[in-house]
């Protein structure tokens, strides 16, 4: 995945999307194979610290803590750093007014939010997203992926997000990797894979999902 | 010594009277207890039995070393059974030996050296068999209760350790409230006691003749012992056994949570 990029996974259910995410952070130890992040392989790593370089947002937020202030900088303060939480629920799309509010009083969508306030807090270098706006109405999902390519072009962060929604893909994905049956069927550039040379396996994929 | 007014026998089979009525119930009301309720019935009779013999034997011993080894034998059963009710927790029957094991010694233990009572195998035995069949009891309680909430607290747990929590940390929230859960019935049980409740020990010594203010001395040590070995049963097993369900880097396995 190039640095400052955003790469989508793609494939049908069962694939090995989520799981291969999850080897990224080591969240799951690969059973073979190598990932480097930014040509340093992480099986050497501490996972925590991998953690903290590799931030993760997931299909559901998971808040932690009686006010956002606190869901927001969990992470940060677990490492002993300190941030502010009004400026990350900000770079976030959220007001920072929200931070005294219980995480429950949100909305899915604005709880989504603060799950990425949370892992920027930690100021990772990448971002892995597993399917981070399946459980949001479809405005919800549009703002979210607005927030995913400004992150991109404001932050430089690196971005993988795994999705099912080929629509999603094309407006928000700089490359695509298509995984079948938990191997790589190949990676293009969003143009080449909604037209010319991935074309074959985007109406192979669009069939499956 | 022999209990005045009880006939043994007779009072056996008239208390079984009872239980009739409750399995006639329970045909009556297609409650489908009544098998287990005759499993029990059979069982506590045949276990009860066999455990007067092996503690009249015991006392005749007069050896600490018996004692010892009967109390041992307990701790093994009760860590069997507190293990097969947490089934699919990895080594739980070790975790619950090691902690009903260190709970028993413990309090026995304080009890003899601050001379609370005798060495001898007629408070022993009964002391620690309280001790070791509450600690299952709550064993049990925490084992199963941890199994769960982390099973269904999966994305909750994942989130944490994504955040760059260790184990613990993210373990943390799941695990107070499984200790709070199965202790709050022995800590409310205490809280309640003499009012709500008339204890075993107190009960059995009233009926037997002894002096109601001595029954509520026996009373208290009983109370103090469980609430002290119960909670450090609970504690242990939590500390324990928490562990089974990672990875020493910090990740969530998956097969103990298959059921």
Same mark, same amino acid.
């Given at each position: 995945?190039?640095? *400052?990029?955003?790469?989508?996974?793609?494939?049908?259910?069962?694939?090995?999307?989520? =799981?291969?995410?999850?080897?990224?952070?080591?969240?799951?130890?690969?059973?073979? *194979? +190598?990932?480097?992040?930014?040509? +340093?392989? =992480? /099986?050497?790593?501490?996972?925590?610290?991998?953690?903290?370089?590799?931030?993760?947002?997931?299909?559901?937020?998971?808040?932690?803590?009686?006010?956002?202030?606190?869901?927001?900088?969990? *992470?940060?303060?677990?490492?002993?750093?300190?941030?502010?939480?009004?400026?990350?629920?900000?770079?976030?799309?959220?007001?920072? /007014?929200?931070?005294?509010?219980?995480?429950?009083?949100?909305?899915?969508?604005?709880?989504?939010?603060?799950?990425?306030?949370?892992?920027?807090?930690?100021?990772?270098?990448?971002?892995?997203?597993?399917?981070?706006? /399946?459980?949001?109405?479809?405005?919800?999902?549009?703002?979210? +992926?607005?927030?995913?390519? +400004?992150?991109?072009?404001?932050?430089?962060? =690196?971005?993988?997000?795994?999705?099912?929604?080929?629509?999603?893909?094309?407006?928000?994905?700089?490359?695509?990797?298509?995984?079948?049956?938990?191997?790589?069927?190949?990676?293009?550039?969003?143009?080449?894979?909604?037209?010319?040379?991935?074309?074959?396996?985007?109406?192979?994929?669009?069939?499956?999902? | 010594?022999? %209990?005045?007014?009880?006939?043994?026998?007779?009072?056996?089979?008239?208390?079984?009277?009872?239980?009739?009525?409750?399995?006639?119930? &329970?045909?009556?009301?297609?409650?489908?207890?009544?098998?287990?309720?005759?499993?029990?019935?059979?069982?506590?009779?045949?276990?009860?039995?066999?455990?007067?013999?092996?503690?009249?034997?015991?006392?005749?011993?007069?050896?600490?070393?018996?004692?010892?080894?009967?109390?041992?034998?307990?701790?093994?059963?009760?860590?069997?059974?507190?293990?097969?009710?947490? &089934?699919?927790?990895?080594?739980?029957?070790?975790?619950?030996?090691?902690?009903?094991?260190?709970?028993?010694?413990?309090?026995?233990?304080?009890?003899?050296?601050?001379?609370?009572?005798?060495?001898?195998?007629?408070?022993?035995?009964?002391?620690?068999?309280?001790?070791?069949?509450? &600690?299952?009891?709550?064993?049990?309680?925490?084992?199963?209760?941890?199994?769960?909430?982390?099973?269904?607290?999966?994305?909750? %747990?994942?989130?944490?350790?994504?955040?760059?929590? $260790?184990?613990?940390?993210?373990?943390?929230?799941?695990?107070?409230?499984?200790?709070?859960?199965?202790?709050?019935?022995?800590?409310?049980? $205490?809280?309640?006691?003499?009012?709500?409740?008339?204890?075993?020990?107190?009960?059995?010594?009233?009926?037997?003749?002894?002096?109601?203010?001595?029954?509520?001395?026996?009373?208290?040590?009983?109370?103090?012992?469980?609430?002290?070995?119960? &909670?450090?049963?609970?504690?242990?097993?939590?500390?324990?056994?928490?562990?089974?369900?990672?990875?020493?880097?910090?990740?969530?396995?998956?097969?103990?949570?298959?059921?």
């Amino acid at each position: 995945m190039p640095g *400052g990029s955003i790469t989508a996974v793609v494939g049908p259910s069962g694939a090995g999307k989520s =799981t291969l995410l999850r080897t990224v952070n080591r969240l799951i130890e690969p059973t073979a *194979g +190598e990932v480097y992040l930014d040509g +340093e392989p =992480t /099986s050497g790593m501490d996972p925590l610290a991998l953690r903290r370089r590799v931030g993760m947002v997931f299909q559901l937020p998971a808040l932690f803590g009686a006010t956002v202030e606190e869901a927001t900088l969990y *992470g940060a303060r677990l490492a002993g750093k300190d941030a502010d939480a009004g400026r990350l629920l900000e770079m976030a799309g959220l007001d920072a /007014s929200f931070k005294d509010k219980a995480p429950q009083a949100l909305s899915v969508g604005e709880q989504q939010r603060v799950s990425i306030a949370r892992a920027l807090a930690l100021e990772p270098e990448a971002l892995l997203m597993d399917e981070p706006t /399946s459980a949001l109405d479809e405005a919800a999902r549009r703002r979210i +992926e607005d927030l995913i390519r +400004e992150l991109n072009a404001s932050l430089g962060l =690196t971005l993988v997000v795994v999705s099912h929604d080929l629509d999603q893909v094309e407006r928000v994905a700089d490359r695509v990797v298509v995984l079948v049956r938990g191997r790589s069927e190949g990676e293009w550039d969003r143009d080449e894979f909604f037209s010319g040379p991935g074309e074959r396996a985007r109406r192979y994929i669009a069939g499956r999902l | 010594m022999r %209990v005045e007014g009880l006939q043994t026998v007779g009072s056996g089979l008239l208390t079984l009277g009872l239980v009739a009525v409750a399995v006639a119930l &329970s045909l009556y009301q297609r409650l489908d207890l009544e098998k287990d309720i005759g499993v029990a019935v059979v069982r506590s009779f045949v276990q009860l039995a066999a455990i007067g013999y092996v503690i009249d034997y015991v006392f005749g011993l007069e050896s600490l070393g018996a004692v010892a080894l009967l109390l041992a034998g307990m701790v093994m059963f009760a860590a069997w059974t507190s293990a097969r009710r947490a &089934s699919g927790v990895p080594r739980s029957f070790i975790v619950a030996a090691g902690a009903i094991g260190v709970a028993a010694v413990a309090t026995l233990g304080v009890l003899l050296l601050l001379h609370i009572v005798p060495p001898t195998a007629r408070y022993l035995i009964p002391l620690g068999g309280m001790v070791i069949g509450n &600690s299952m009891n709550t064993a049990s309680l925490t084992l199963t209760r941890l199994r769960d909430d982390i099973g269904e607290q999966r994305p909750k %747990v994942e989130a944490a350790l994504a955040l760059g929590a $260790t184990s613990h940390q993210a373990v943390a929230p799941i695990l107070k409230t499984a200790l709070q859960r199965a202790l709050i019935p022995l800590i409310d049980a $205490t809280k309640t006691t003499g009012i709500i409740f008339l204890p075993g020990a107190m009960v059995g010594m009233i009926i037997a003749g002894a002096d109601p203010l001595e029954a509520v001395r026996l009373q208290i040590v009983v109370l103090y012992m469980l609430l002290g070995s119960v &909670s450090i049963a609970a504690i242990l097993v939590g500390l324990l056994s928490y562990r089974s369900f990672f990875t020493p880097r910090h990740q969530l396995k998956t097969a103990p949570l298959e059921n």
